[in-house]
């Protein structure tokens, strides 16, 4: 699939998402309602949950810092300069540590089921967002811009790069 059809598909999703979010507790909902809420196929929703849980560092018991962790996974999904999928972000190589040591295997909660669906509510809102592309707990990364501390985590932003003819 490539980046312009998996944008056009999560801005698709958008109208289901906030009709969900809104009216149903995440705890109430089972996980395949919520992928479908976040416009995902089962096993990408539980692997990005599971990556933001576990890269969330557990700093933080609100959503804020994994909502950003997620949007960071989704702007790489829509940007050119990374692969094209989720599971592709996930798994490229030197990114990502918790995929590469397996700790992210059982860290999904719903704090980051609920993070995961509230970053792609925000892409879809139409509202401005951050295109956040880097983040890790030590600094921000070198040569791109510095955003925010969230939830322990640095996360650094850049111009979107979208390859509409891919």
């Given amino acids: 699939m490539n980046k312009l059809v998996v944008l056009l598909t999560i801005a698709s999703m958008g109208i289901n998402i906030f009709m969900f979010k809104e009216d149903v507790p995440i705890e109430a909902l089972s996980i395949e309602q919520r992928a479908e809420m976040a416009g995902m196929e089962l096993d990408e929703f539980i692997l990005i949950s599971s990556v933001t849980e576990a890269e969330s560092n557990r700093c933080t018991d609100s959503t804020e810092g994994r909502r950003y962790i997620a949007l960071c996974i989704l702007c790489r999904v829509m940007d050119s300069r990374f692969p094209d999928t989720i599971t592709e972000v996930l798994t490229q190589r030197g990114q990502f ?46 040569g791109y811009e510095a955003y925010d501390c969230i939830g322990g985590n640095y996360f650094s932003i850049a111009e979107p790069m979208i390859d509409e003819e891919t």
């Fill in 97 to 142: 540590s918790t995929v590469r040591n397996g700790h992210s295997v059982t860290q999904r909660t719903d704090l980051s089921d609920q993070a995961v669906i509230e970053a792609v509510a925000w892409i879809n809102s139409g509202e401005e967002y951050p295109w956040v592309l880097f983040f890790n707990c030590r600094n921000y990364f070198s």
